[in-house]
């Protein structure tokens, strides 16, 4: 396949991603086409990681970008990861240059915890 180039650039959630390969396997069983192995191997898993809805994915990356030291993509690797622990979170900030305190550890949690 010729890739002539990149016409769009979307960041989403594993979640997203999984209702659109569902999508398109509902598409393919519809019209009696064979899944090809590569499509079967993505939505096995998207399946195994995703851990909540693509609602509850995109909002919850929506407000951890209203916070102070949430850059989009660590947003988008928190809503895809689900850290339930300040351990699991630090490991996400590991190579930032600032490090998040308790409490703002914390609140990160809160909203992991509401939209799981």
Known sequence: MNVKGIVD???ITLSEVRETLLAVESSRLESGS???Y????????ANQLTKT???NARSLVE???TLEKIKP???YRIANLMPRTRDELRAI?????????GEELDE?????????
């Open 9 to 11: 650039e979307e960041r």
């Open 34 to 36: 064979e899944l090809p």
């Open 38 to 45: 590569e499509l079967r191997r993505s939505i096995e898993h």
């Open 53 to 55: 809805s693509a609602e």
């Open 63 to 65: 407000k951890l970008l």
């Open 73 to 75: 993509d660590i947003a």
């Open 93 to 101: 900030y590991a190579k930032e240059r600032f490090t998040l305190s």
């Open 108 to 116: 990160i949690i809160e909203l992991v915890i509401t939209h799981y």
